[in-house]
């Protein structure tokens, strides 16, 4: 699967990317603590594929203790010298090879990332960092077209252009559609169970127009130019509008680890 150019994106992640939704982060954040009797502020937490850190500041701020683990160098540079991130320990490393210690960590996730992984290996190496009855989290922000008139037809627009477009980062993606099944049938998980929280964003024209320019998996699709006309045309779209009323939904799978 292409992945695209991430460190050219690096900027546009760190000042416009989304967050997601506070009452998934309650519940992943729930089954970590029960699952190993501590309390949030006594959780070893490795975020793998952490981009510039978005996901991994929701859980620094509920008290976890952070390992950051992101492949990409710029990515991993722009989030490491964020103020925001203070007190995030920032590792080089992949899904399938994080370079973290064995059964170091209580809880692994991975937001807007596990569809990049070699599937079976990335988990063998959560396996491998979780202790027992660790905590696996798998999570996704998916953009809701359907009740802004506005919204929908940016949409329309967009597949207009890139009519064989196909969403991978996102939680209603064909990875996702069988995520459960396959991480129930790969033996190394004792109960996988699915949430999800809606949660609103009110962005300036400025800033919504910087998260397209964020994305990668359209950009990968549509090609360079295709993608530059349709940002085009989207500036052109939003010239009177000052502010964008952008709802999500985050979609997150817990798995949690056999012993």
Known sequence: MEHGHYSALAG???AHRAG???AV????LAAACAAANKPAQELEVADVGAGTGIWSRVLARAGCRVRAVEPNDAMRE??????ANGSI???GGRAEATELAARSCDLVTMASAFHWTEFEAALAEFARVLRPHGVFAALWNTRIVDESPLL???EAELRRRVPHYVPRSSGRSAFCDSLSERL???GRFALVETCEGRHVEAQSRERYLGIWRSVNDVRVQAGE???ADFLEWLAWRLRDVPRIEAPYLTRCWIAHLST
């Not at 982060?25 to 992943?28: K, S, Y």
């Not at 722009?78 to 103020?83: C, I, L, Q, R, V």
Request: charged share 20%.
């Open 152 to 154: 929908a037809e940016i």
């Open 25 to 28: 982060a309650g519940r992943v």
């Open 20 to 22: 997601y939704a506070d």
């Open 78 to 83: 722009a989030g490491a010298s964020d103020p």
């Open 89 to 91: 320990r920032w590792h």
């Open 225 to 227: 130019q295709t993608f």
């Open 184 to 186: 129930r049938a790969c």
């Open 12 to 14: 546009a992640y760190a």
